[in-house]
């Protein structure tokens, strides 16, 4: 049980450094430029991964959340070439809304 946790987190932060190293130098959407990887979580099986991320002030998120599914296999298969997985998880890609919560907070403790 803890082997299996370990691996995986060990898996969630390979994947977590590729994708934000693959995103940052071969992906040219402009919907994506100020797009941040936050998290990532694997499934035990490995065979899905949950991508967390936020974006800039400007950034439209239903453009990016477009430009994502639209990139997702083409990022699934440059992190397959750059990782020494055995398998290559599924990506999904989920707005982080914690950090959006955390800027309302800020926001409202400023005012006071």
Avoid: H
């Avoid at 130098?25 to 990887?37: E, G, M, N, T, Y």
């Avoid at 994502?68 to 398998?87: C, E, F, G, P, V």
């Amino acid at each position: 049980m803890i082997k299996d946790s370990f691996r995986v987190k060990q898996i969630s932060d390979i994947i977590f450094k590729n994708l934000a190293t693959i995103i940052q130098a071969k992906v040219r959407d402009p919907r994506l430029q100020s797009f941040v990887i936050t998290k990532v979580d694997v499934s035990r099986d490995i065979k899905n991964a949950r991508v967390y991320y936020i974006l800039g002030e400007s950034a439209d998120k239903k453009e990016a959340k477009k430009a994502l599914s639209k990139a997702r296999l083409y990022l699934q298969t440059m992190l397959s070439q750059t990782t020494n997985l055995k398998y290559t998880p599924k990506l999904r890609f989920i707005y982080d809304v914690a950090d959006e919560k955390c800027r309302r907070l800020d926001s409202i403790l400023q005012s006071l």
